[in-house]
């Protein structure tokens, strides 16, 4: 009998610290009227001592709580990040001891597409019968590698965390998945150092990255929906990436999707890469506007780029 693996639990977690645009305004050229219009951001959480295994850890807690499962009944934990706290031992490995769990434990790099190839490879492990219970994490401490002298980059990321516990379920969950990769555009957005020892800071041609990120993204979503014989209209909601407010815009409107089904937490959290789709979902989840089999499609780009869309029944 086919496997799904369904989400049972979400969880968040955000740093206390608040940096809203009239802070940025203080160490920019820049303004929260230009910031608010050209991303719809206000605001976003940036850590002080945390790390990112500490923003992990909150949000994998209270997803395993809504789960209600122990972490020692997980049998794998996916952790996508584009900023772990060592270059080894992975994050994964540090969020498993501190959980308490057991099983084996691995980072997953694709950037803001961290969550989306997380999701389609726990999928895999659930659907041959490898795994029963997955935690996946996004968890981001972008502020970390943000160029805070760079006005066009610095504005846009934040810091945070959100965890999903995925179940193997005889009858729903994720339905149908779909991940790319074009390493041609490294130099589009990356981290500038040339050396794994050197620091670097994230680096962008923010024009090129958003007109990709439009096309990429709806491609992604009209392949994800035909290949489920779904249309858009079997959408309850878009939870997508939340990088930007005009590429949402664009992206719904390339796939016909109203606004109004589109959950948004940008203006609050800004870009926290990996962490932005779990996030976000976890805030719908909980405000109670996703409920029990709602069909919702994530997607989702980054650096490389790579990019994806995931089709589920909630
Ligand atoms: N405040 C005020 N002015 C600014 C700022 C700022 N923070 N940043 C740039 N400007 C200026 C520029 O210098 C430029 O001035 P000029 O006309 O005198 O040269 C002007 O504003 C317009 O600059 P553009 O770069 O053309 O502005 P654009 O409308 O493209 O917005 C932005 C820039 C917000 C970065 C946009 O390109 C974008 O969001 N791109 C997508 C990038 C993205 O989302 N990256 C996240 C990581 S990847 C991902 O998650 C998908």
Aim: charged letters at 20%.
């Amino acid at each position: 009998m086919k496997k799904f693996a369904r989400i049972i639990g979400t969880g968040s977690y955000l740093p206390p610290k608040v940096v809203t645009n009239h802070d940025l305004e203080k160490m920019l050229d820049t303004n929260d009227e230009w910031i608010v219009a050209r991303t719809g951001i206000s605001e976003r959480r940036i850590v002080e001592e945390e790390g990112t295994c500490d923003l992990a850890l909150e949000a994998s807690i209270k997803a395993l709580e809504m789960a209600n499962i122990d972490a020692s009944e997980l049998d794998l934990i996916i952790l996508a990040t584009t900023t772990p706290d060592k270059i080894f031992p992975a994050t994964a490995t540090m969020l498993q001891n501190r959980l308490g769990a057991k099983c084996p434990a691995f980072d997953m790099q694709a950037v803001c597409a961290g969550f989306i190839f997380a999701m389609t490879t726990a999928q895999q492990y659930i659907e041959n019968g490898s795994a029963k219970k997955v935690l996946v994490v996004g968890s981001e401490t972008m502020s970390k590698i943000v160029d805070w002298s760079d006005r066009s980059s610095a504005i846009l990321f934040g810091d945070g965390a959100g965890a999903v516990v995925l179940s193997s379920d005889d009858e729903t969950g994720i339905l149908h998945s779909n991940i790319y990769s074009d390493g041609q555009y490294v130099s589009s957005l990356h981290v500038s150092n040339t050396r794994i020892n050197e620091i670097g800071f994230i680096q962008m041609a923010g024009n090129e990255v958003f007109k990709i990120a439009v096309t990429r993204l709806s491609n992604s979503a009209k392949t994800t929906l035909r290949e489920s014989n779904m249309t858009v209209d079997d959408l309850t909601w878009m939870v997508p990436h939340q990088a930007n407010i005009r590429i949402i815009t664009a992206v719904a409107k390339k796939i016909n999707l109203p606004m109004e089904k589109v959950i948004i937490t940008l203006s609050k959290h800004g870009n926290t890469s990996a962490a932005s789709i779990p996030l976000a979902l976890d805030v719908a989840v909980r405000d109670g506007r996703i409920n029990k089999g709602d069909k919702l499609i994530f997607e989702g780009i980054g650096g490389g780029f790579s990019w994806g869309s995931l089709l589920v029944e909630f």
